[in-house]
Structure formats: structure tokens, C-alpha cells
């Protein structure tokens, strides 16, 4: 069954503090991995778009890796601030034309001052 | 910077009742989506939208829901007959190419609560 898995279902952390979220697969085919920010109420936001051959990508504060031979991946974010707080989304794409996304459930992170 | 617009942000309606969600979706785009999120669960797939007609569809989107670009710009979501669990955020999202890794631009929901 084509699957995301996250952890931690949840993350309280201090401002400035560094953080790590994880992502498991089991999604095939697998195309691309993304990783999105959604903030309470909101629509999410992509962070980062990774393929296969991507070990891992940066944008700003947040840092994805990727490691396709174990079907993992993971978020992390340095220096973190008060907006930060939301929760953070990991998505496989299972085919070529980035048609049919697979969902996680969701890493809510909360950084308290 | 361009963005996916959706109308109402929230609609009370009551049950067996016909809603129409609308969304426009970035210009230029070609891919259209809708999604749902029942509050404090995971976003779902509902339907997917490329030249004019359905890609791909959910199990969730059964006979109750259809899609519709009526004039180039709206894509809207209809449910007929309304049911207490449809009571959900939607979510539409657009992307622009075939690029398969090509961004995925969500609105910023309309909050549907059946009655």
C-alpha cells in the first residue's frame, strides 16, 4: 500500500533550537519527494522539491535529505524561529507526471519563545 | 506573485443542500486539483484535472462531487448532496507543466461545515 509515514506526530521546541523531522515511503513508483509548511488554517507552502538522484536540498533555514535506497527522508531546520510553528507536510509523487501525490500525515512543530 | 484563489473562504450549509466551491487557479497553469482536510487529519486527494476533463479521481469523489472549468479561469468543486462528513477544509492547488517536479501552488482553503 502506498504510504507516508512521519514522525514525530509532534515537536515542541525552543526558539533558536535546531530540529529534525523524519519521513518514511513506501510509495511506488516513486518520482519526487516534497516537503510542504502549513500553517493553521491555511494552504500548504512548498519548502522543497527533491527527485531521485537528489540527496539533499536547502532552502534558506530548511534542509532536506533524501535517501531513496531506504526510503527515508528528512527536514531539518536550523536556528528555528516563533514562525516556524506549523506543521510540516511530506509528499511522494508516484509518477512521471506528477499527477498522483501521496500525503503524510504531518509533523506539527510548535517553538515557544 | 501569482496565487491560487478560492471563494468562500467558509460556507455553513445545511445538509442535502448543493455547494459550489470556486478557485481560480495561477494563469498560466495547467494542472488543476482539488483536495480536502478534515480538521486534525491529513490532506486527501480528491481530483485531478488536465485538458478539460478529469486525470484521476479518489475514492472520495463519488457520484455527489464534480469539477468544472466553465470559462477558462474558475474551476470549481461541486458537491450535490451534501453529507455531514463532507464538513472539511478544500483545498485547490494548480501546477504549471509537465515537469514532473514541478511546483504545486495551493489556495488557501474554503472551510465547508454541513449542518
Known amino acids: 500500500k502506498n504510504q507516508v509515514e512521519q514522525s514525530p506526530q509532534s515537536l515542541i521546541i525552543l526558539e533558536g533550537k535546531n530540529c529534525t523531522l523524519q519521513c518514511n515511503y513506501t510509495v511506488s513508483p516513486f518520482s519526487n519527494l516534497r516537503w510542504y509548511k502549513q500553517d493553521t488554517g491555511r494552504g500548504p507552502v512548498s519548502l522543497t522539491i527533491m527527485t531521485f538522484s537528489e540527496n539533499t536540498k536547502s532552502n534558506g533555514r530548511y534542509t532536506a535529505t533524501l535517501d531513496a535506497d531506504t526510503k527515508q527522508s528528512s527536514l531539518h531546520i536550523t536556528a528555528s524561529q516563533l514562525s516556524d510553528s506549523a506543521s510540516y507536510i511530506c509528499?511522494?509523487?508516484?509518477?512521471?507526471?506528477?499527477?498522483?501525490?501521496?500525503f503524510g500525515p504531518g509533523t506539527r512543530l510548535s517553538v515557544l519563545p | 506573485e501569482p496565487e491560487v484563489t478560492q471563494t468562500p473562504s467558509h460556507q455553513v450549509t445545511q445538509m442535502g443542500q448543493e455547494v459550489i466551491l470556486r478557485c481560480v487557479p495561477i494563469?498560466?497553469?495547467?494542472?488543476f486539483y482539488w483536495y480536502r482536510q478534515i480538521l486534525g487529519q491529513k490532506v486527501e486527494f480528491l481530483v485531478s484535472f488536465y485538458n478539460n476533463e478529469i486525470s484521476e479521481k479518489s475514492e472520495i469523489f463519488d457520484d455527489q462531487f464534480s469539477v468544472e472549468r466553465p470559462d477558462g479561469s474558475n474551476f470549481t468543486l461541486k458537491i450535490r448532496s451534501t453529507k455531514l462528513e463532507d464538513s472539511a477544509m478544500y483545498f485547490c492547488?494548480?501546477?504549471?507543466?509537465?515537469?514532473?517536479?514541478?511546483?504545486?501552488?495551493f489556495g488557501e482553503g474554503s472551510r465547508l461545515t454541513v449542518l
Open positions: 509528499v511522494v509523487s508516484r509518477d512521471n507526471y506528477g499527477q498522483n501525490f501521496v
Open positions: 494563469s498560466n497553469h495547467l494542472y
Open positions: 492547488a494548480s501546477r504549471a507543466g509537465v515537469a514532473n517536479t514541478g511546483e504545486l501552488f
